[in-house]
């Protein structure tokens, strides 16, 4: 029972042009969501987040949406750079409701030359 | 140290055996939590730590699978009688106390294979 999907497992993005990664949830309790990202043998960092108060939240080249009706929010990066390659999970989590943080299987993102 | 700290970062052992796992989280975060990550999959929760709560152990997925945090610092994760299926990256987090707008600081995970 995956509370937190992320349906593509890879994407491939020409250096310069917007990534787009999706992120669909099931539990309505969720009223926080994260984004982390990781690069091969290191823990995963976190990119940035949002409140289910909002419906955006931008941070430099880095956009969340939230769209909460469809349970699902999308982490778009413009433009692309060769360092955005790596596995990037979604999280989700109840705030102080429950703290369990519960991620996604993640999508790994190649940025192509 | 800055950030958060695990040890060893790499573990081979036969099945069966005993293994510790060691976590030192960022000074002053309360809260402490592992996960693990096997093959294809996503971040598995197994147990966190706030303070002097009791801690939750709702992911630990057997009761070979034990945790410890000693003065509310340092932690040590221990499996006993390994499983190949235990096989995965630990990972450990923590953060300023619970809740959901405290982000979480990884380590680097300890890459655990069993033969």
């Known amino acids: 029972d995956q509370q937190v999907k992320q349906n593509s497992p890879s994407l491939s993005v020409q250096e310069g042009r917007i990534s787009i990664l999706n992120c669909d949830y099931t539990n309505s309790m969720f009223d926080y969501f994260l984004w982390y990202k990781k690069y091969p043998a290191e823990g995963p960092t976190f990119l940035i987040s949002?409140?289910?108060?909002?419906d955006k939240n931008e941070d430099g080249r880095f956009t969340v949406f939230l769209n909460k009706s469809a349970k699902h929010l999308s982490l778009h990066i413009v433009p692309s750079q060769p360092g955005d390659s790596a596995v990037y999970f979604c999280?989700?989590?109840?705030?102080?409701?429950?703290?369990?943080?519960?991620f996604g299987k993640g999508t790994r993102l190649h940025i192509l030359p | 140290g800055a950030g958060v700290s695990q040890s060893p970062s790499n573990k081979v052992t036969e099945k069966g055996k005993d293994v510790e796992l060691r976590c030192d989280p960022i000074s002053g975060h309360t809260a402490l939590y592992w996960y693990r990550q096997s093959l294809g999959q996503g971040l598995e929760f197994l147990i966190y730590?706030?303070?002097?709560?009791?801690?939750?152990k709702s992911g630990l997925p057997s009761d070979r699978f034990s945790a410890e945090r000693t003065g509310g610092s340092v932690s040590t994760l221990t499996i006993q009688r390994t499983q190949q299926e235990d096989s995965a990256v630990y990972l450990c987090?923590?953060?300023?106390?619970?809740?959901?707008?405290?982000?979480?600081?990884f380590g680097p995970g300890t890459r655990l294979t069993v033969l």
């Open positions: 949002i409140s289910s108060i909002k």
């Open positions: 987090a923590s953060s300023l106390s619970r809740g959901g707008g405290n982000e979480q600081f």
């Open positions: 730590f706030q303070g002097n709560s009791a801690p939750d």
């Open positions: 999280a989700a989590s109840a705030g102080n409701r429950d703290d369990k943080i519960i």
